[in-house]
């Protein structure tokens, strides 16, 4: 019986421990628990697929979303970030491909896109996110939980 009581006080820190981690990290993971995937496909219907499908790119509107994007890299306070952003700005070596009217038509997607984001709130926002967590692979999904679940000092 005495061993079992310090076992026992391990267990139940390690499990405030986990708790508490989950409630202070800016970076934790969302999840259908606290969000609604639900509400957020119909979020993406009514504000993004105008622009967006959810698979498929449209040529010269905006980028697919999802896993081939790379988007499971990121946290998901970062894809509700670069959501309200307005998406990813080019970088210079993608840029230097276009031309001066794709880049503004590109920049003016964006512009676009942080006006809409402008007018949902972080929930909505939040649960868009959720929404299209649910089409990535297996694969992204995996990589995506590893990534939001690393220790803070790494």
Same mark, same amino acid.
């Given at each position: 019986?005495a061993?079992?009581?310090?076992? +026992? +006080?391990?267990?139940?820190?390690?499990?405030v421990?986990?708790? #508490?981690?989950?409630?202070?990290?800016?970076?934790?993971? +969302?999840?259908?628990?606290?969000?609604?995937?639900?509400?957020?496909?119909?979020?993406?219907?009514?504000?993004?697929?105008?622009?967006?499908?959810?698979?498929?790119?449209?040529? !010269?509107?905006?980028?697919? !979303?999802?896993?081939?994007?790379? *988007?499971?890299?990121?946290?998901?306070?970062q894809?509700? *970030?670069?959501?309200?952003?307005?998406?990813?700005?080019?970088?210079? *070596?993608?840029?230097?491909? !276009?031309?001066?009217?794709?880049?503004?038509?590109? *920049?003016?997607?964006?512009?676009?896109?942080? $006006?809409?984001?402008?007018? +949902?709130?972080?929930?909505?926002?939040?649960?868009?996110?959720?929404?299209?967590?649910?089409?990535?692979?297996?694969?992204a $999904?995996?990589?995506? #939980?590893?990534?939001?679940?690393?220790?803070?000092d790494?």
């Amino acid at each position: 019986m005495a061993g079992k009581i310090p076992m +026992l +006080l391990v267990g139940i820190l390690m499990m405030v421990y986990v708790v #508490w981690r989950g409630m202070t990290n800016p970076d934790a993971s +969302l999840s259908a628990n606290t969000n609604d995937p639900n509400r957020g496909q119909d979020l993406f219907t009514q504000k993004c697929a105008v622009c967006h499908e959810p698979k498929e790119g449209i040529p !010269l509107k905006a980028p697919a !979303l999802g896993f081939h994007g790379q *988007e499971f890299r990121l946290t998901d306070r970062q894809l509700v *970030e670069t959501a309200k952003q307005g998406g990813h700005k080019l970088g210079d *070596e993608a840029a230097q491909d !276009l031309s001066e009217e794709e880049r503004l038509e590109i *920049e003016k997607m964006r512009e676009t896109m942080r $006006q809409t984001t402008a007018k +949902l709130s972080t929930q909505d926002l939040k649960d868009i996110v959720v929404f299209l967590k649910k089409s990535w692979t297996s694969d992204a $999904q995996l990589e995506h #939980w590893m990534i939001t679940h690393q220790p803070q000092d790494q």
